[in-house]
C-alpha cells in the first residue's frame, strides 16, 4: 500500500525530471548515473547486499522474478508517454494485440554487472541495444524509443532491481527490454498503440555446460532466415522458428544448432542464438551480417577487442570446408558471453577444435569480462556506471 501511495503520489512533471538530463546533455554523454530510487517510491532502505534466499553458486539462465519492470506507452502518433516502475507481474493484453495476431515485436538483452572494486553496478553498452532497437523498429513497422528513453528504463530496471545483480564473478543481471504492439488491429496492419517494457532476472551460465566448451550440429534442412526476411534484427518471430531443430539437436546430446545459408547450404550463418567466430594460423574469421545474421553486440566488441589486440578479423563468407581446417571455433552472445566450441557434427562427422587457457578464445573472454566486471580500467569507453 506505501508503494502505491508513494507512486501516486509522483506527477507526471516530476517524473520528466527523472530522465537524467545532466547539465542539458543526456546520460550518453556523462556515462554515470545516480540512485534515485526514492523518487518512485521504491524500497530504499534495502541493502545493495540484500538478495533474498539466492544459491549465488549455482545460477542458470532460468527466469528468476524480480521486485519490479518498467512501462512505457506509445501511441499511434509515434510519441511514448513518460515511462514508469511497476511492480513486475502479468500485463493484459487484447486477444486482437498486433503483437499476439502478428508478431508485431521486438526484444533486447543486456546485462547489468556489480563491480568488482568499490559500490555500484555497470552496464554493457546499452546504446547499442538502443539503436540495434531503432533499426529492428523500423524494418517491423513500430515507434521506438530514443536513445536516452531506453537507457534511462534500463537504469531504473537495475537500481529497482538492485537486490538481484549477483555478487561480482558469481553472474549478472539479464535486462530484457520488449517492444510490442499491445493495440488492439484485426485486419493486417501495424498495431494502434505500443508498450515498451523492461524487465531483468539474475542469470549464470547459459549452456548447461556451464564454462565448459559445447559441442554443435550444423542443421541442413532447417534454415534460421532467409534473404529478404527479418533475419538481421532481433524480432521475437526469428526464434520460435528454431525451437523445433534445437530440440532435436539436444535429445541428442547437442549444446545447440548451427544454421547454414539457405541458398547455396554451405556457408555458416549462426547458431539459434549467438553469433559464430572460427580461428585459423591465428587469423579470426566471422560470417560477415548480411540481413540474415543478427549484428551482435558481443560480436561487435570481440572484433575491435581482438583487432586491439595485434589479431588479423575478417568478416566474409565461411563455409563448410573453412570449418573443417579451423584450428579453434567459438561462440558469441548477450546470453553465452564467448563461449568455446569443442566440436561440431555435419552429416555424421564430427570435427574436433582446440579448447583451453591459452586459445584465442580464452584471450579474448577473459578481455571482454574484465571490462564488463570493472576489472581493468574501460579505455574504449564502453560501460556505464551506476552508482
Not at 530496471?157 to 549478472?172: C, E, F, I, M, Q
Not at 570449418?323 to 561462440?331: G, K, P, S, Y
Request: glycine share 10%; hydrophobic share 35%.
Amino acid at each position: 500500500m506505501m508503494l502505491r501511495k508513494l507512486l501516486s503520489s509522483v506527477d507526471s512533471q516530476f517524473l520528466n525530471g527523472l530522465k537524467l538530463q545532466i547539465g542539458g546533455s543526456s546520460y550518453l554523454a556523462s556515462r554515470s548515473v545516480s540512485s534515485l530510487p526514492e523518487a518512485v517510491g521504491l524500497d530504499s532502505d534495502r541493502s545493495d547486499e540484500e538478495n533474498g534466499e539466492m544459491d549465488w553458486d549455482n545460477l542458470g539462465f532460468a527466469l528468476t522474478p524480480t521486485d519490479y519492470m518498467y512501462v512505457m506507452k506509445c501511441s499511434r502518433d509515434g510519441y511514448f508517454t513518460d515511462g514508469m516502475l511497476n511492480r513486475y507481474g502479468n500485463i493484459e493484453l487484447s486477444p486482437s494485440a498486433g503483437v499476439l495476431n502478428y508478431g508485431q515485436g521486438l526484444f533486447e538483452g543486456l546485462k547489468a554487472y556489480r563491480r568488482a572494486m568499490g559500490a555500484g553496478f555497470l552496464l554493457f553498452r546499452p546504446e547499442e541495444n538502443a539503436k540495434r532497437m531503432q533499426v529492428g523498429a523500423e524494418r517491423m513497422c513500430m515507434p521506438a524509443p530514443s536513445v536516452d528513453q531506453f537507457a534511462h528504463a534500463v537504469e531504473q530496471t537495475v537500481l529497482a532491481n538492485k537486490r538481484w545483480v549477483p555478487p561480482s564473478g558469481k553472474g549478472s543481471l539479464y535486462i530484457r527490454p520488449l517492444l510490442i504492439g499491445t493495440g488492439a488491429i484485426l485486419g493486417l496492419a501495424p498495431a494502434p498503440e505500443y508498450t515498451f517494457l523492461v524487465y531483468a532476472a539474475p542469470v549464470g551460465t547459459y549452456f548447461k555446460e556451464g564454462m565448459a566448451p559445447i559441442n554443435l550440429l550444423i542443421e541442413h534442412e532447417t534454415h534460421r532466415a532467409t534473404p529478404g526476411g527479418t533475419g538481421g534484427v532481433k524480432t521475437i518471430a526469428n526464434y520460435a522458428p528454431v525451437l523445433q531443430a534445437q530440440m532435436r539437436a539436444k535429445s541428442k546430446g547437442f549444446s545447440d544448432v548451427l544454421y547454414l545459408d539457405s541458398i547455396n547450404k554451405r556457408y555458416l550463418e549462426e547458431a539459434s542464438s549467438c553469433n559464430l567466430f572460427i580461428v585459423k594460423d591465428g587469423v579470426i574469421s566471422t560470417p560477415y551480417t548480411n540481413g540474415t545474421i543478427l549484428p551482435g553486440i558481443t560480436r561487435k566488441s570481440i572484433i575491435e577487442l581482438a583487432r586491439n589486440n595485434g589479431y588479423q578479423v575478417s568478416e566474409r563468407l565461411v563455409s563448410i570446408d573453412d570449418l573443417r581446417e579451423a584450428d579453434e571455433v567459438f561462440c558469441t552472445g548477450t546470453a553465452v558471453v564467448v563461449s568455446p566450441v569443442s566440436s561440431i557434427t555435419y552429416q555424421g562427422h564430427r570435427y574436433r577444435y582446440r579448447t583451453g587457457e591459452e586459445t584465442v578464445s580464452k584471450k579474448l573472454y577473459e578481455a571482454l569480462t574484465s571490462i564488463q566486471m570493472g576489472l581493468v580500467e574501460d579505455k574504449l569507453g564502453w560501460t556505464v556506471n551506476i552508482d
